[in-house]
Nanobody, 117 residues
Framework: VQLQASGGGLVQAGGSLRLSCGAS????????MGWFRQAPGKEREFVAR????????YYADSVKGRFTISRDNAKNTLYLQMDSLKPEDTAVYYC???????????WGQGTQVTVSS
């Protein structure tokens, strides 16, 4: 499975961005997809995940109510709508996919999100 993330950029605090992640290859093996992020000097952390078939979502407390994860099965594309962005959301965002809820079998390249205050 190959993953290609896009949509990062620079935005002011309170603004919005939408990340996309296109999947190709043996996507039938994927059960979970989602997003992690890594801020400078910090460890990678979980952001959100979704089950590919049923669309069941789960969020980190830090983004709950501000971020929305979704998917378009027909387009094999994962999305992360990020609203009310804060400077602490600044990080490289990675999409990932896998067979279990850790969804760390396959990784896309990161996309930079920078939120200015």
């Amino acid at each position: 499975v190959q993953l290609q993330a896009s949509g990062g950029g620079l935005v002011q605090a309170g603004g919005s961005l939408r990340l996309s992640c296109g999947a190709s290859g043996r996507t039938s093996s994927v059960v979970y997809m989602g997003w992690f992020r890594q801020a400078p000097g910090k460890e990678r952390e979980f952001v959100a995940r979704i089950t590919w078939i049923a669309g069941i979502t789960y969020y980190a407390d830090s983004v709950k109510g501000r971020f929305t994860i979704s998917r378009d099965n027909a387009k094999n594309t994962l999305y992360l709508q990020m609203d009310s962005l804060k400077p602490e959301d600044t990080a490289v965002y990675y999409c990932a996919a896998g067979k279990n809820y850790n969804f760390n079998d396959y990784w896309g390249q990161g996309t930079q999100v920078t939120v200015s205050s």
